[in-house]
Each structure stands twice: as C-alpha cells, then as structure tokens.
C-alpha cells in the first residue's frame, strides 16, 4: 500500500491519502498537529492505535470516505 506506519505523521497521512482526513475527524484526532506520530496521536485521544491503522489501511483500501459527523 505505502511505507506509512504507525512512526509516520499524521500529515504525511493527510497528504499521501486524503481519505484518511474524514476519519482523522471522526476520532477526533488533530491532522494539523506538528508533526506528531500516528501512535502519539493515538494515545493522546486514548485509541489503539494498532485499530486505527488497521481502520485507515482499510478506508485508503476501498477509497471510502468516511462521513465525519
């Protein structure tokens, strides 16, 4: 798929694969936050962050949007 991970920022998410921004929104986690790792954002909004990778591979898999509301 790519070489992101959970290590990556969250922007090089945002940036790699747009998709990935409605879900950043659906748990609340900051897409423009400085460049902090997908894991750090994770545990600051208490998710596992093992699920949240396997949730973004899949939304970036079926080219979904996800609805953010």
Partial sequence: MN???LHSNIIDWCIEH???LSLFERLGIDYCCG???LA???EQRELDP????????R???SGE???AS
């Fill in 18 to 20: 747009p998709e990935s």
């Fill in 59 to 61: 939304v970036i898999a």
């Fill in 3 to 5: 070489d992101l991970d």
């Fill in 50 to 57: 093992e699920a949240v990778l396997i949730e973004l591979q």
């Fill in 35 to 37: 460049g902090k790792s």
């Fill in 65 to 67: 949007q996800t609805d």
């Fill in 40 to 42: 750090y954002a994770c």
